[in-house]
Structure formats: C-alpha cells, structure tokens
C-alpha cells in the first residue's frame, strides 16, 4: 500500500535580531522537514511547486530589493527582513513479515527557498551593500536545506503499520531538530559576529565560508527561479 503525506503544520521559526542603523534577520520557516538520501531536480512546473509560488515563495535564488515587499514600518526598526522556507511531501509504503511492519519512505520532495510574501523591505531604504548580508542568510537556510535532502532515510519499524508508521516519523523529526538547531545556531553566529553586517572584517570572513561551503556542497541558484 502506498500513502502520500504532507505534513503543513510549522516549527517555530529561526527568529534572529538586533538594533542596528542597518538591521537584518532572517526568520525560516520548515514543515517537519523530511530528509533525502538522494533528490532528483527540482520541477518547478509541478503542483507542490505551483502552490508554494502562488504563497509568493520562489526556489533559491540571488536577492534583489524588488523581491522584497516595501512596507513604511518593521517591527523592531529594521530595514529589510528575509524569510527563508523549507517544504516537504513524500510517499511511502509499509511491509509485514511476521510479526514486524516496516514502513520506507519512496519519494521525497523538498521544497527551500525565499518566502516573498514575509520578506519585508523599510520604505526609502536602498542600500544594496545590505543584500550581501541577506543573502548569507538565504544561503544558510540552503546548505541546511542540502544537509536534508543528503540525510540518510531512516525506517520506521512497529507491530502494525500505525506504529511503524509513528516511529518513522518520530525518526525524522529527531533528524530535523538536529539540522534546525544547527541551522539556527549558524544563523546566530553570523548575526553576532558580523554585527549584522557592520563588522566589515568578520563579514568578509563569513563571505568566504559561506561561499566555500556553496561550492564544495554543489549548491546553486534554481533555474528560472522567478
């Protein structure tokens, strides 16, 4: 038997802040975000991505001021704000031998990108240096995102199919919380020692580190992105 699933309740978001001439953060959302041993390319001409895009969300991508929604006030008198996002759907199937169910995941699809609709922008702000610094946290968000989509799948086992079905995704969300709780203490990191892009020595720094590991990981901007 073959069950399709898709988990849209939200974790609590990557939340990271501060008070700054040129203040930026970047808040993610993830949807119990599942992990793939391996992924196919995305197709953003399928359904799932059809009904992130039509919630303003678009694939990983280069940032510019236009993307961002221009609003007079942010919260917390901040100049932009950038929201990233991680999806998911999957199917799987469950097996019996004996007394034992074992439940597979078959098909994974991860979704990761910018959230457009919550990405904001302070009116009579256009300082483009900012972008540089946004950016690293859309590209954070990206190599956690990998991380996921490279993370072995585990199996739920169980004395009958809801069992193994619970104890897959028990599995999963314990392989999640440890990849959010890496991402959110990058995301902080960054924040901190760049001083929110101010620290022009530490922001260099993270430039490079943060381009290295796009490099070495493979990761690229999608395609046709917008």
Not at 82 to 97: C, L
Not at 144 to 166: C, Q, S, W
Not at 208 to 226: F, T, V
Request: with cysteine; glycine share 4%.
């Amino acid at each position: 038997m073959i069950f399709k699933v898709l988990y849209s309740a939200k974790l609590c978001p990557l939340y990271i802040q501060g008070f700054m001439k040129s203040f930026s953060r970047v808040l993610v959302t993830a949807v119990f975000a599942i992990l793939a041993l391996s992924a196919a390319a995305d197709d953003y001409a399928d359904s799932k991505w059809k009904e992130e895009t039509a919630k303003g969300n678009s694939p990983y991508h280069r940032v510019s001021m236009s993307d961002y929604k221009v609003v007079q006030n942010i919260n917390g008198q901040a100049d932009m704000r950038t929201w990233g996002f991680i999806h998911y759907s999957y199917t799987y199937h469950w097996h019996q031998d004996g007394k034992l169910v074992s439940v597979k995941i078959t098909k994974m699809n991860i979704r990761s990108g910018f959230e457009g609709a919550k990405s904001l922008r302070r009116a009579g702000f256009s300082d483009e240096s900012l972008l540089v610094h946004e950016q690293h946290h859309l590209d954070i968000n990206e190599i956690y995102a990998d991380k996921f989509r490279k993370t072995k799948l585990p199996i739920g086992f169980g004395p009958d199919e809801n069992v193994a079905i619970a104890d897959l995704k028990t599995k999963v969300d314990a392989i999640f919380t440890h990849n959010l709780n890496g991402a959110k203490a990058m995301q902080a990191k960054y924040d901190k020692e760049t001083e929110h892009s101010h620290n022009k020595h530490q922001q260099e720094l993270w430039n490079k580190l943060i381009d290295n590991l796009l490099r070495n990981n493979d990761i690229k901007y999608a395609k046709n992105a917008h």
